[in-house]
């Protein structure tokens, strides 16, 4: 069964620091770019971030670009999301999903996971 499982969300202060972590089973993420996505409440799921395969390319939603770090282990079959500086509108459910080759270009495929709650308050 092709599953991907986030993890790593949690509460934080405003100004604090979360790291995501993103695996799959059943299929290996180190062939796939993978992006991180976030819904907030009574809003469209958003893109927030994607890395290509080798790790060597990165973009970023202007939202989160300086503040959020995506980075992948491919020995270890993951990615992750390191978000820093973390303000009350990141508050969201956020998902990882792979893309369907090494470029950020390509579609996505696959169901999305359950994802990880950010919740972002004081």
């Known amino acids: 069964q092709l599953e991907i499982v986030e993890s790593g969300g949690g509460l934080v202060q405003p100004g604090g620091s979360l790291r995501l972590s993103c695996a799959a089973s059943?299929?290996?993420?180190?062939?796939?770019?993978v992006s991180w996505f976030r819904q907030a409440p009574g809003k469209e799921r958003e893109g927030v971030s994607c890395i290509t395969s080798n790790g060597g390319t990165t973009n970023y939603a202007d939202s989160v670009k300086g503040r959020f770090t995506i980075s992948r282990d491919n020995a270890a079959d993951m990615v992750y999301l390191q978000m820093n500086s973390l303000k009350p509108e990141d508050t969201a459910v956020y998902y990882c999903i792979p893309h369907d080759g090494a470029s950020c270009d390509a579609q996505h495929w696959g169901s999305w996971g359950r994802g990880t709650q950010v919740t972002v308050s004081s």
């Open positions: 059943g299929f290996s993420l180190d062939y796939y770019a």
